[in-house]
């Protein structure tokens, strides 16, 4: 028995899928991948299970580049835990979410807005919920998908994206990671948990849009952004309890009622609070924005204080934590700038 000949594309695609199917690896972007992908996505401190969108995500919409977001239809490809969904329907757009994981989408499902549908789908072989789209997004989806399928995901995905709308995309960067040739992927059907392009790469895959930018992601600004943030609140924490807790001592030396250092604890107490929801949930950027303003006030109020006390041990002790918090404002403005924007190319 030899089977069928091959004498279309399609059965030659699905020869190929059988290749990579059989591979140790398997292949991660069909429905036998759906556990997979469930189980990593909800595994806790994965990167994945972070409720914050993409930096580039955010930075193109700031700069007007998906065009207006309030009333867009959005389709999001492979949207995992949906946290760009969630984004995107925070910015009043009706959203698509599309993935093959299904169980991980009834996980999820009820956590998000109502402007968001989940639907579980094969992207590459099953209907889809609707066809056209203003803005239709791809985040680690398409490195997944196997070199061959690249084709049936261009035919199929592309032409959802209306006239004059957007198509977005984060992919693993080649510039930072190497995986192996499309000719050994195909060849032992192993997908090395994701394939990297180059920008070039990307320029030409997606030949048929026009290119409105190509950059690399800032993460690394997000991540030293994200350690600033948390730090802070550790240290705001400590300073609370330290001010509550030697109030008395304190008040005596600074020749003012405990009670008002016992009134600022718990004011440094809320604020870090507040830093800590900030870093959890608004997008990095901005919490980095707001912290920075925050800490240069605070740093110019205390050196004030630390320079005018006529106590010698005061001075010393404001002029230390004024040098901490100016430190954290340091940090912060350095995350901002490593996050800032790329030139267009
Ligand atoms: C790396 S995760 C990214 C999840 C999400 N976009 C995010 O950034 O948090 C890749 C997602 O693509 C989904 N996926 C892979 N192949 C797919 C396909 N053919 N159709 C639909 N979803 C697919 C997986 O189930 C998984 O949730």
């Not at 429905?31 to 992908?37: E, G, L, M, P």
Request: hydrophobic residues 45%.
């Amino acid at each position: 028995m030899t089977g069928t000949r091959i004498h279309t594309v399609q059965q030659l695609l699905e020869v190929l899928d059988q290749v990579v199917e059989a591979s140790g690896r398997g292949d991660r972007s069909r429905t036998s991948a759906a556990d997979y992908w469930s189980n990593l996505l909800t595994t806790p401190g994965h990167p994945l299970t972070t409720q914050l969108p993409d930096e580039p995500l955010v930075d193109w919409h700031e700069r007007g580049l998906l065009g207006e977001l309030a009333g867009a239809r959005v389709l999001d490809v492979g949207c995992g835990g949906g946290r760009n969904s969630r984004w995107f329907a925070e910015q009043s757009a009706v959203v698509d979410g599309v993935d093959l994981a299904g169980e991980l989408l009834d996980t999820v499902r009820t956590a998000l807005p109502d402007t968001v549908t989940l639907t579980t789908a094969d992207i590459l072989r099953d209907p889809l919920p609707y066809d056209q789209y203003d803005v239709v997004y791809d985040s680690g989806c398409f490195h997944h998908i196997a070199p061959h399928r690249r084709i049936t995901y261009l035919e199929r995905v592309l032409p959802l994206v209306r006239a004059g709308g957007r198509f977005g995309i984060v992919a693993f960067a080649g510039e930072r990671m190497e995986t192996p040739a499309d000719a050994d992927i195909v060849g032992s059907g192993d997908t090395y948990g994701g394939m990297s392009f180059s920008l070039d790469d990307l320029r030409t895959i997606f030949d048929a849009l026009s290119p409105v930018e190509l950059r690399p992601a800032a993460y690394a600004g997000c991540m030293t952004g994200e350690r600033t943030l948390r730090l802070d609140v550790l240290y705001c924490a400590v300073a609370a309890v330290g001010l509550v807790g030697f109030a008395g001592p304190l008040a005596e030396l600074a020749g003012v009622p405990a009670v008002a250092l016992t009134v600022a604890g718990v004011g440094v107490l809320g604020w870090a609070g507040y830093l800590a929801y900030l870093t959890a949930k608004a997008p990095r950027r901005q919490a980095l924005r707001v912290v920075l303003a925050v800490n240069v006030v605070a740093t110019l109020g205390i050196a004030v204080a630390a320079v005018t006390s006529q106590q010698v041990v005061l001075t010393a002790l404001l002029a230390a934590v004024a040098v901490e918090v100016g430190a954290f404002a340091v940090s912060q403005a350095l995350a901002l700038k490593a996050i800032s924007r790329q030139p267009a190319n």
